[in-house]
């Protein structure tokens, strides 16, 4: 404690002389236990007095079960665990327990959360294992949602077949509940899903003016028809995601005409399920009218393929921004990609081969003018070559991660010297990654 004059009073408000009382009481509260104070501090407040207000801000970063379990305290924090704002975004997890690592929704919770407060939800997800019986149990919630109005739903599945495995009179109908009680629905993923045209036009025809995301990947009963149905009514549509199968030139020339939609995103996976699969080739026209249409718009291709199917693909410019190899890729593929990629702001080859990549990656720096991330997995560059890529690329390259095992030393650098020579240019510190971060 501060010590003042006698008379004159401390900074914390009592004097020495003329309160020897509080002193002694103060020492006295120093030297009690620790778990004495927290239990008298502890005494005085009354926790079911909380605000409202507060309990939902807590509430919002509990567990769901943990949530359940703290509604059951008083009767204030059971109010708090029913109030609307509280069930506007909710995850549905279903698994069966044997065969998963996922955490379940508990059957009792789903029952109240249906009973009380389908009206409410409005930004659902259902996360589903490989199971049958999963993703039947979340059709089986699907059809029940009569009182809702979605604004946002997403089917993710963890690994397949899960809803493809289920009837698809079973999906279709409880997913045209939701396409049929939500007036606004803005985004909608439903990869690996038996959803097919008529459902399609069903989603359109009660949702046309909201909706702005639509991603389904792999879905096998939908048709370009069906895509043209959804490009020709949603006039709002800014996100699409697709398979390969799915796109043509004519919905590119659709999706490219003034009366439709303005795309900012348009995801293609190019997937392939069977070694030696036939590709379709795509007009660089009908490109060509995607770009004067939107000509700031995202093109994402995510490449699954074997080395000897990308024969259809980078012959000619294509307007692709973000393009990622899952798979081995050649140093022809990659040569090509910098030849006739101009617009590429983000690369990720996971691996190539044993052939470093240094004219390819040289070629990319220096046609590929707006790259801005790279990302290089089981693939070979010598160090010369990679300090003279960052050179030529400078402080644009906002993101390098570049696997140590990728840098194959040389007469001018080692591996202890690049990561100077590569942070000089970067203008920032970097080093090689331990493990790769995309």
């Known amino acids: 404690m501060k010590r003042v004059k006698g008379g004159e009073e401390g900074s914390n408000g009592c004097c020495s002389k003329s309160s020897p009382e509080a002193c002694k009481k103060v020492r006295k509260e120093l030297s009690e236990a620790p778990e004495a104070v927290l239990a008298r501090d502890a005494s005085e407040y009354d926790w079911s007095r909380l605000p409202q207000e507060l309990l939902l801000h807590i509430f919002q970063y509990l567990p769901l079960l943990d949530r359940a379990y703290a509604s059951q305290v008083c009767r204030g924090w059971n109010q708090a665990f029913h109030m609307p704002e509280l069930w506007r975004c909710f995850e549905f997890e279903l698994n069966q327990p044997a065969s998963s690592y996922l955490k379940a929704t508990h059957p009792d919770l789903i029952k109240q959360i249906i009973k009380r407060h389908s009206n409410h939800l409005q930004y659902v997800s259902f996360k589903v294992d490989s199971s ?50 939500s007036k ?15 459902s399609l036009k069903v989603l359109v025809a009660n949702n046309s003016d909201t909706l702005k995301l639509l991603k389904m990947s792999s879905c096998p009963h939908v048709s370009p028809a069906g895509i043209l149905c959804v490009a020709d009514q949603c006039h709002g549509l800014r996100e699409l995601a697709l398979n390969y199968h799915l796109l043509s030139d004519e919905l590119l020339l659709a999706l490219s005409s003034e009366k439709h939609v303005h795309l900012e995103h348009l995801r293609i996976d190019v997937v392939s399920e069977n070694p030696g699969q036939h590709f379709h080739t795509i007009k660089k026209s009908s490109w060509d009218a995607m770009v004067r249409h939107s000509p700031k718009f995202n093109l994402v291709m995510y490449f699954f393929l074997y080395e000897d199917e990308f024969g259809p693909f980078f012959n000619e410019e294509i307007p692709v921004t973000h393009l990622y190899f899952g798979r081995s890729v050649s140093k022809e593929v990659l040569g090509r990609v910098g030849l006739h990629c101009p617009r590429l702001v983000e690369l990720v080859v996971c691996a190539n081969g044993l052939r470093p990549l240094d004219e390819e990656l040289i070629r990319i720096a220096k046609h590929c003018t707006q790259l801005s991330a790279i990302g290089l997995g089981e693939c070979e560059v010598s160090c010369s070559a990679f300090v003279e890529f960052v050179k030529m690329c400078g402080r644009r390259l906002s993101q390098l991660s570049i696997m140590e095992e990728v840098l194959i030393p040389d007469h001018k650098y080692s591996l202890d010297e690049i990561h100077w020579e590569v942070s000089k240019h970067l203008g920032r510190v970097w080093f090689p990654d331990m493990m790769p971060t995309w």
Request: charged share 20%; aromatic share 4%.
């Open 132 to 181: 049958t019986e999963s993703a039947e149990a979340a059709c089986d919630i699907l059809s029940q949602l009569v009182n809702c109005s979605l604004k946002t739903l997403g089917l993710i599945s963890t690994a397949r077949p899960s809803f493809m495995e289920v009837p698809k009179s079973h999906f279709i109908s409880a997913l045209t509940v939701v396409f049929v009680n």
């Open 184 to 198: 606004s629905l803005s985004s909608l993923k439903i990869d690996d899903t038996p959803v097919d045209d008529p």
